[in-house]
């Protein structure tokens, strides 16, 4: 594609031979005054790239990136924005829905509309920190084609040659209106859109990543498991995409003894938002609880759009014969926190309860689950909030709870439980405050790479307090709940235990005292009386 399409030849005159001789990188900053014109060089003379089109757009949208005024903006903080102007194009990637035979295209994101939401020929979209969990910021603009200089211009956007004119999209309702003294992200576009043809009622995604294109750097690596949620959807109403009841995810309690357990919930909510990393930080987080104790039918997964992340067959018998499986996709919240609630209502059930968070995350702290109907709008049943955590968590019985919440805007819940009452036995390990990002997956590494049998939870947090890109932070619904390991030993005693006593007094499931376990069989039985 070129630039200006043949609109002069550089032999007409003096000025134009200059246009044809100055460096091609940042042309209309050679020219004229960035605020009245910002062009784009000719992509025949120096791309790197075979597509022209392609390049063209890319340099047009870095050129426009550096232009932004950040006194100004809405979509982000000065501070944050500035930093976006200096980082490295390399360490940033880029998105496009291209312009095909003239068809348009919508664009919708999970928690609220865009601003000048009409159709678009192009949409882009720059992923600055590509490292960081969703949502962080993503910047998001619309291409209209066949537009004149004048018209772009007189109404704030960029014009970038070709009779292309780029705006800037963003959250209706949020211009001008970032609420910088509270320090919330409220306005900002924290995910990739869905962007779709218009007149598509199937809503197909046709935003891609492209590497390397002009000076933005990789894409991240996707999974490629298959998805298998649509047999085993709960959505209230059934749809063409979801045609079974939900699953019952069977609790182990059992009489005589007392058990670690855990839940580890990824969401996802579709297949650009979640990466090849967060399916292996499923996986790791369950290798990690195993190797300390946990039994496999005791640590259920709730994982994204596939309910066999972790490799195990269907209908694999295990160790438990109530328990034919263990792994579930993410759509089934219902019976994802039915567990939980199972988990912490039944007394000498359960000694530590461990609940591994690393979902994307709305500014408002709620986890995205899965986009189960393809809508790209996150419904209740498509989001797993704070209040409904705490609410599954409240006056649990299990001795300990430890939540480890590797995602954007964790500290939302280290929050909450300091105004709660009944939470006393939880503990919260978040990876970043309330407006800050989860980066990199570093709060997962440290705890599936630390020695647990040497090391208590609080002293695990004070090996990596320092250590992190965002500030993590521990919150204790009482004073020194976090005084055990995460599979329940006490901390006085670690010195005095072999591994192999530690495996024998505290990991997995032990036995309780008989006195115990015929009370709680006098309990449950009294209760089916009663029923």
């Avoid at 005791?298 to 034919?324: H, M, R, W, Y």
């Amino acid at each position: 594609m070129k630039y200006l399409d043949n609109l002069w030849s550089c032999s007409s005159s003096f000025f134009l031979f200059l246009l044809c001789i100055l460096p091609t990188r940042r042309l209309a900053d050679a020219l004229l005054d960035s605020n009245t014109y910002r062009s784009i060089p000719n992509s025949s003379l120096s791309s790197p790239l075979a597509d022209q089109q392609l390049y063209h757009i890319a340099t047009a949208i870095l050129d426009v990136l550096h232009h932004i005024d950040c006194s100004t903006v809405s979509f982000t903080s000065q501070k944050e924005c500035l930093q976006i102007q200096s980082r490295d194009p390399s360490h940033m990637s880029l998105y496009l829905a291209r312009t095909i035979e003239r068809r348009k295209y919508l664009s919708v994101l999970p928690d609220e509309g865009l601003s000048r939401d009409r159709p678009h020929d192009a949409v882009i979209a720059v992923d600055p920190f590509p490292t960081a969990n969703f949502g962080h910021l993503v910047i998001i603009f619309g291409l209209d084609s066949d537009v004149t200089f004048e018209d772009c211009r007189s109404h704030g956007k960029w014009y970038i040659g070709n009779g292309q004119c780029i705006q800037l999209l963003e959250k209706q309702r949020c211009r001008n209106k970032l609420h910088r003294k509270s320090g919330r992200r409220r306005c900002e576009t924290n995910f990739l859109p869905l962007v779709y043809f218009d007149g598509d009622m199937e809503k197909e995604q046709q935003l891609k990543c492209y590497p390397n294109a002009g000076e933005f750097g990789g894409c991240p690596q996707l999974r490629t498991d298959p998805s298998n949620f649509s047999v085993r959807c709960e959505l209230q109403q059934n749809t063409r995409r979801c045609q079974m009841q939900e699953q019952r995810v069977n609790a182990r309690c059992k009489y005589y003894e007392i058990c670690d357990q855990a839940v580890i919930i990824s969401g996802g909510w579709n297949r650009q938002t979640t990466h090849y990393r967060h399916a292996q930080n499923a996986r790791n987080m369950y290798n990690m609880l195993r190797d300390h104790g946990f039994k496999r039918p005791n640590v259920k997964t709730f994982f994204a759009d596939n309910g066999d992340i972790l490799g195990l067959p269907l209908n694999t018998v295990e160790e438990d014969e109530q328990s034919s499986r263990n792994t579930y996709p993410a759509t089934q919240k219902v019976a994802m926190r039915n567990h939980i609630k199972a988990l912490c209502r039944v007394e000498n059930c359960v000694e530590t309860l461990v609940v591994y968070l690393n979902s994307p995350v709305m500014n408002d702290g709620r986890s995205l689950l899965w986009d189960a109907d393809s809508d790209g709008i996150a419904s209740n049943e498509e989001t797993y909030s704070v209040s409904e955590l705490l609410e599954d968590l409240q006056s649990c019985s299990a001795k300990k709870v430890y939540v480890i919440a590797d995602q954007s805007y964790s500290g939302f819940l280290a929050e909450s439980l300091t105004t709660s009452g009944e939470h006393g036995n939880v503990a919260v390990f978040s990876s970043g405050g309330s407006s800050e990002y989860s980066w990199n997956d570093e709060l997962t590494n440290f705890w599936v790479n630390a020695n647990h049998t040497s090391q208590c939870t609080d002293e695990l947090y004070e090996s990596y307090q320092d250590q992190m890109t965002s500030l993590p932070m521990l919150t204790e619904g009482s004073f020194n709940t976090a005084n055990t390991t995460i599979f329940g030993a006490a901390c006085p005693l670690l010195s005095f235990y072999t591994k192999h006593e530690l495996k024998a007094n505290y990991m997995g499931c032990q036995n309780l005292p008989m006195a115990l376990w015929l009370s709680k069989f006098r309990r449950n039985a009294d209760g089916k009386t009663k029923s």
